[in-house]
């Protein structure tokens, strides 16, 4: 059957795409994606997580940086937002609602600790600034309203080493979550989910990227419901990446 010549303006001739591989990541740009019928666009929720669904949900370019970062932290999964700041909020807004406290060393990143401030008090949520020295002692600062636990080894701007997994120990007999902004440390230096932490995450903006060139940043975890719990809050706050970004810092 011929096609007309208006149809052929919109459908490229499809072509196998075996057996190419490139060694460097191949950049896929998507919003629409498309489905083989009806019902399996019907059932397109249930690609959320693993499949594809919409560009602004994963291409295979960004699931591709996502697979390898929960790699290099040691976490079974990952997830790439705009930037090291939008996945600072997003780790607080999956975790905490009003009424709920969140603890955030001295020595977090300025622009995160304004963000705690000047942001989530409205929302409700109280954010309790501490001595990142205070290792065992914070214990005392853990009530039962804290959701939330921010560590950041070595610290912005001072490099305060904390005690992690004593504060991790402290934060989950309390029945709190703990995440750690491992920008400073990267992957290299330090992996945060070896040592109890619950949620890793990087400025990907700075070491991965390399170059100065991008923003970015991860959240890397081990549990499977806390992922989607975050892949859900990107998803409501529309955090999208670029895929040409994504190939970037896989070179970086
Ligand atoms: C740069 C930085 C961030 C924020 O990253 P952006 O991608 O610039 O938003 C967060 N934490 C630390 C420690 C940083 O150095």
């Not at 995440?179 to 070491?207: C, E």
């Not at 890397?220 to 955090?239: E, W």
Request: proline share 5%.
């Amino acid at each position: 059957m011929t096609r007309q010549d208006d149809t052929a303006h919109v459908h490229p001739p499809l072509r196998s795409r075996e057996p190419f591989r490139a060694l460097a990541m191949s950049v896929e740009r998507a919003s629409t994606v498309v489905f083989d019928n009806l019902e399996a666009f019907q059932n397109r929720t249930e690609r959320l997580y693993d499949g594809f669904s919409y560009g602004l949900y994963g291409t295979p370019t960004s699931r591709q940086l996502e697979d390898h970062i929960a790699a290099l932290e040691g976490g079974s999964r990952a997830l790439v937002v705009p930037s090291g700041m939008a996945a600072i909020t997003l780790v607080t807004m999956a975790t905490c609602k009003g009424g709920d406290r969140v603890l955030v060393p001295e020595t977090l990143y300025a622009p995160a600790r304004d963000m705690a401030s000047r942001f989530l008090g409205p929302l409700g949520i109280d954010a309790v600034a501490y001595d990142p020295r205070l290792d065992a002692d914070l214990a005392g600062l853990i009530d039962k309203r804290t959701r939330l636990v921010w560590v950041e080894s070595p610290g912005s701007a001072t490099f305060e080493v904390q005690d992690v997994p004593v504060i991790v120990a402290a934060a989950h007999e309390a029945g709190a979550l703990v995440a750690a902004d491992n920008t400073w440390a990267s992957h290299l230096l330090f992996r945060p989910l070896d040592h109890g932490v619950d949620i890793s995450m990087q400025a990907l903006s700075k070491h991965v990227g390399g170059h100065g060139d991008l923003l970015m940043g991860s959240v890397a975890v081990r549990d499977d419901a806390l992922f989607r719990r975050l892949k859900d809050t990107a998803r409501f706050l529309g955090y999208g990446v670029s895929p040409e970004d994504c190939a970037l810092c896989e070179r970086g």
